[in-house]
């Protein structure tokens, strides 16, 4: 009975000293030291590379200057379409964006590739009226067009009617919606143009 005594006595004085005992840095943050966490399995914080994506897709060949860009439009089969581009534009561009969305993840969905999905310069139309008295013009509204095109390959043609009648009844109001093949035009629309540049490369030539 003693002895128990004893040990109890002591017990309690070590963790009532422990109590009042003023910790270090490393025992208040043992995160902060790198002695506290062995093995550690990340170098610096825990977020570092979240949202880094370049790493899972394979490594392509480096591409030289003087390559070109090439135009890829896939010929029709008995049973496909080749290249279609799905296009969409609008006055609102939230609504053309989120459309667009639709018609992409549609697609996924559905099994259908999607070769590219991208948009086309904005285009601005000027809305002129004339003064009751005179023939002089004003411009009365600026009208600015915001287009986006889903580019679709090999799309099946067992397939394409019941795409499009889905497409189409989510298409919201004031949304224009347009199905063609893709062409070379289609492509150099996608860039705008520098008519300084093409009046220098004129003098030029």
Same mark, same amino acid.
């Given at each position: 009975?003693?002895?128990? =005594?004893?040990?109890?006595?002591?017990?309690?004085?070590?963790?009532?000293? /422990?109590?009042?005992?003023?910790?270090?840095?490393?025992?208040?943050?043992?995160?902060?030291?790198? #002695?506290?966490? *062995?093995?550690? #399995?990340?170098?610096?914080?825990?977020?570092?590379?979240?949202?880094?994506?370049?790493?899972?897709?394979?490594?392509?060949?480096?591409?030289?200057?003087?390559?070109?860009?090439?135009?890829?439009?896939?010929?029709?089969?008995?049973?496909?379409?080749?290249?279609?581009?799905?296009?969409?534009?609008?006055?609102?561009?939230?609504?053309?964006?989120?459309? /667009?969305?639709?018609?992409?993840?549609?697609?996924?969905?559905?099994?259908?590739?999607?070769?590219?999905?991208?948009?086309? *310069?904005?285009?601005?139309?000027?809305?002129?009226?004339?003064?009751?008295?005179?023939?002089?013009?004003?411009?009365?509204?600026?009208?600015?067009?915001?287009?986006?095109?889903?580019?679709?390959? /090999?799309?099946?043609?067992?397939? =394409?009617?019941?795409?499009?009648?889905?497409?189409?009844?989510?298409?919201?109001?004031?949304?224009?919606?347009?199905?063609?093949?893709?062409?070379?035009?289609?492509?150099?629309?996608?860039?705008?143009?520098?008519?300084?540049?093409?009046?220098?490369?004129?003098?030029?030539?």
């Amino acid at each position: 009975a003693g002895k128990m =005594c004893i040990w109890k006595k002591n017990s309690f004085r070590l963790c009532f000293c /422990s109590l009042f005992k003023k910790k270090t840095a490393d025992e208040q943050n043992p995160c902060w030291c790198t #002695g506290a966490v *062995p093995g550690r #399995g990340y170098k610096g914080m825990p977020t570092h590379g979240i949202g880094k994506w370049r790493h899972l897709l394979p490594k392509a060949a480096p591409k030289k200057k003087n390559d070109k860009l090439q135009v890829k439009i896939l010929a029709a089969t008995e049973t496909a379409y080749g290249t279609l581009n799905v296009m969409v534009s609008g006055y609102d561009m939230t609504l053309v964006e989120h459309y /667009s969305q639709y018609i992409h993840n549609l697609c996924n969905r559905l099994g259908i590739k999607v070769a590219e999905s991208y948009a086309l *310069p904005t285009k601005s139309t000027e809305v002129m009226l004339m003064q009751e008295q005179g023939t002089k013009m004003y411009v009365d509204a600026i009208l600015k067009t915001h287009e986006r095109v889903v580019q679709l390959s /090999s799309l099946d043609a067992a397939l =394409c009617p019941v795409f499009l009648d889905v497409v189409l009844k989510n298409q919201p109001e004031g949304v224009k919606l347009a199905v063609k093949e893709h062409t070379e035009a289609d492509y150099q629309a996608r860039f705008k143009g520098r008519p300084e540049l093409e009046g220098l490369l004129a003098q030029m030539n």
